[in-house]
């Protein structure tokens, strides 16, 4: 079992519609939690970090559920432009934290 | 300014030849790290370094693997006798250090595409 676990998808939805995905972690001993962002054949940029809270920044809603280990981001309005693989990064304790990152859920947002 | 710059972009090897992939990380940026990522897959980590110390290489696949950072600055993963199972893209990415436990942005470079024919 993967230590990081992402649904593949694709999400295919509409332009203006709400999306959402979960990324399960298995180390209860996880650290911290970000979600990053990849287009085609280009390198990961950082989406968001997740806290406790959980946060938002306009558009995107990252939430950290511990007790159930997984993490979530939500997407409202969704454009165009937000097309691309969204992955989930844990940072995972194995001696030092290594950062371990699910395969990503790739989302399309068509017309 | 300048965000991470890999070199080559690509690289096609023969089975057995030896590569050698270069990482110039963000100015100050202590820590560097190195990721192989498949198709269709996420970054895979293979190793970490904080300054010049190699403090993680827990990743790495095989013993053909090696990485250094001789000056804590510009990192070169190496890799011996190169498999087919080898061809991916390798990410180097850079950050600042975090409290113990936790990592700030990571800032990515592009990437070497890597075949091995």
């Known amino acids: 079992r993967k230590e990081v676990e992402q649904d593949p998808g694709p999400f295919n939805v509409p332009e203006g519609a709400t999306v959402a995905f979960n990324c399960t972690y298995s180390?209860?001993?996880?650290?911290?939690f970000f979600w990053y962002r990849q287009d085609c054949r280009k390198e990961p940029k950082l989406l968001m970090s997740?806290?406790?809270s959980g946060n938002e920044d306009g558009r995107f809603t990252a939430q950290l559920n511990r007790a159930s280990q997984y993490i979530s981001l939500l997407i409202r309005d969704s454009k165009l432009s937000d097309s691309a693989t969204y992955l989930c990064?844990?940072?995972?304790?194995?001696?030092?934290?290594?950062?371990?990152f699910g395969r990503g859920t790739s989302l399309i947002v068509h017309p | 300014g300048a965000g991470v710059s890999q070199s080559p972009r690509y690289k096609v090897a023969k089975r057995g030849q030896d590569v050698a992939l270069r990482c110039d990380p963000i100015?100050?940026?202590?820590?560097l790290f190195w990721y192989q990522q498949a198709l269709g897959q996420g970054p895979e980590f293979l190793t970490y370094?904080?300054?010049?110390?190699?403090?993680?290489k827990s990743g790495l696949p095989s013993d053909r693997f090696f990485a250094e950072r001789p000056e804590g600055s510009v990192s070169t993963l190496k890799i011996q006798r190169t498999q087919q199972e080898d061809s991916a893209v390798y990410l180097c990415?850079?950050?600042?250090?975090?409290?113990?436990?936790?990592?700030?942005?990571?800032?990515f470079g592009p990437g070497t595409r890597l075949t091995v024919l």
């Open positions: 997740v806290y406790s």
């Open positions: 370094f904080q300054n010049e110390a190699q403090l993680d």
């Open positions: 100015s100050g940026h202590v820590s």
């Open positions: 990415a850079s950050s600042l250090p975090g409290l113990a436990g936790f990592y700030n942005e990571q800032f």
């Open positions: 180390n209860s001993a996880s650290q911290s």
């Open positions: 990064v844990v940072n995972v304790e194995g001696g030092s934290y290594i950062p371990t």
